[in-house]
């Protein structure tokens, strides 16, 4: 039996919904099979290890030594957790983890970089615009109103903001101000919104699970609706015909290997009334809520939340036996 530390928390304004995917991982985890040993990071990044605080990264490294843990699942969201700051750190002291690595996880952490990478790459996005936060008359110009405005470094529509004219943009800049020298700004795209979940098979081969559409009563798939019971609907095989799935199947599958990605991913897309399509943005941890998307499209192809997690461990550790 494998000791397998699940870390969850960190410094990120997704804390309390990492904390709820941790929750999740150590409930389903897989007891014939591993023994889950908690680490719980603070916003203040001291770690707490099987209920006892060790103190910082070194010294939970330590302690997760002395417990023989061979693989770290990370449980973790936004800035820290997903843009390959702890993946850095486990890989200079020598931990196997789950999902991307470093590259893939910087590359797909930050939206304007991603967003270039994904369009050089022939994957469509909606028309934007960098900005420093108080250039709202380069978006006047450039852009017609509604936008979306995003601080490009987090994720759970956290940073996130729809501005219809110029007052809520400078609303939007407001709120967002001060996390961030640049704002990434979209034009509003309208349209049907779907996700593309990718899990690698037991052979490590990423194959994209049952699209899932999202359906909103106010046609914004804010914070409340992603994660309050009931805020949105979320229709899983989502109802498409044939070709129009495998295109958006097919984009999900190339935006996460365009990312270097591994182990799994969500991309969110929208489909325009002409079925015409754009990249919305690609997530390396998704969320492991009971109300996450990822376990729900799996749940659609057959494969329950401890399958879920035993893949993502053992692809963890199928990458270090290639490395050797």
Same mark, same amino acid.
């Given at each position: 039996?494998?000791?397998? *530390?699940?870390?969850?928390?960190?410094?990120?304004?997704?804390?309390?919904?990492?904390?709820?995917?941790?929750?999740?991982?150590?409930?389903?985890?897989?007891?014939?099979? &591993?023994?889950?040993?908690?680490?719980?990071?603070?916003?203040?990044?001291?770690?707490?290890?099987?209920?006892?605080?060790? =103190?910082?990264?070194?010294?939970?490294?330590?302690?997760?030594?002395?417990?023989?843990?061979?693989?770290?699942?990370?449980?973790?969201?936004?800035?820290?957790?997903?843009?390959?700051?702890?993946?850095?750190?486990?890989?200079? #002291?020598?931990?196997? &983890?789950? =999902?991307?690595?470093?590259?893939?996880?910087?590359? *797909?952490?930050?939206?304007?970089?991603?967003?270039?990478?994904?369009?050089?790459?022939?994957?469509?996005?909606?028309?934007?615009?960098?900005?420093?936060? @108080?250039?709202? %008359?380069?978006?006047?110009?450039?852009?017609? !109103?509604?936008?979306?405005?995003?601080?490009?470094?987090?994720?759970?529509?956290?940073?996130?903001?729809? @501005?219809?004219?110029?007052?809520?943009?400078?609303?939007?800049?407001?709120?967002?101000?001060?996390?961030?020298?640049?704002?990434?700004?979209?034009?509003?795209?309208?349209?049907?919104? !779907?996700?593309?979940?990718?899990?690698?098979?037991?052979?490590?081969?990423?194959?994209?699970?049952?699209?899932?559409?999202?359906?909103?009563?106010?046609?914004? !798939?804010?914070?409340?609706?992603? &994660?309050?019971?009931?805020?949105?609907?979320?229709?899983?095989? *989502?109802?498409?015909?044939?070709?129009?799935?495998?295109?958006?199947?097919? %984009?999900?599958?190339?935006?996460?290997?365009?990312? =270097?990605?591994?182990?799994?991913?969500?991309?969110?897309?929208?489909?325009?009334?002409?079925?015409?399509?754009?990249?919305?943005?690609?997530?390396?941890?998704?969320?492991?809520?009971?109300?996450?998307?990822?376990?729900? %499209?799996?749940?659609?192809?057959?494969?329950?939340? @401890? +399958?879920?997690?035993?893949?993502? #461990? +053992?692809?963890?550790?199928?990458?270090?036996? %290639?490395?050797?």
């Amino acid at each position: 039996m494998r000791n397998v *530390a699940v870390l969850f928390g960190g410094p990120s304004l997704e804390h309390e919904i990492s904390l709820r995917s941790g929750g999740q991982v150590l409930e389903e985890l897989d007891r014939a099979r &591993y023994r889950p040993v908690p680490v719980r990071i603070g916003r203040d990044r001291r770690w707490e290890v099987d209920g006892r605080e060790v =103190g910082d990264a070194l010294e939970g490294v330590a302690a997760l030594r002395k417990l023989d843990c061979q693989v770290c699942f990370l449980a973790l969201h936004g800035p820290f957790g997903e843009d390959g700051t702890i993946q850095g750190f486990l890989d200079t #002291v020598g931990l196997a &983890y789950t =999902g991307s690595g470093l590259s893939g996880s910087a590359h *797909a952490r930050d939206k304007i970089r991603a967003k270039r990478l994904l369009r050089a790459h022939g994957l469509p996005g909606a028309p934007d615009l960098v900005v420093p936060p @108080a250039d709202a %008359a380069a978006v006047r110009r450039e852009l017609d !109103f509604p936008v979306v405005v995003k601080d490009p470094f987090q994720g759970s529509t956290l940073g996130l903001a729809l @501005a219809r004219d110029e007052e809520e943009f400078r609303n939007a800049v407001r709120e967002l101000e001060g996390g961030c020298d640049r704002l990434l700004v979209e034009r509003r795209e309208l349209g049907r919104e !779907f996700t593309g979940a990718i899990l690698e098979d037991p052979d490590g081969r990423p194959r994209c699970l049952p699209l899932v559409e999202i359906r909103t009563p106010g046609g914004w !798939f804010d914070f409340e609706a992603k &994660y309050t019971e009931g805020g949105a609907e979320e229709i899983v095989p *989502a109802p498409l015909d044939g070709e129009t799935a495998s295109t958006l199947r097919k %984009a999900a599958l190339d935006a996460h290997r365009i990312l =270097g990605l591994s182990g799994m991913s969500r991309t969110d897309m929208i489909l325009r009334p002409d079925r015409s399509f754009v990249v919305l943005e690609t997530n390396t941890i998704p969320g492991l809520t009971s109300n996450s998307l990822l376990p729900k %499209a799996a749940a659609a192809a057959g494969i329950s939340f @401890a +399958e879920l997690l035993t893949r993502l #461990v +053992e692809g963890a550790l199928r990458e270090v036996r %290639a490395r050797g």
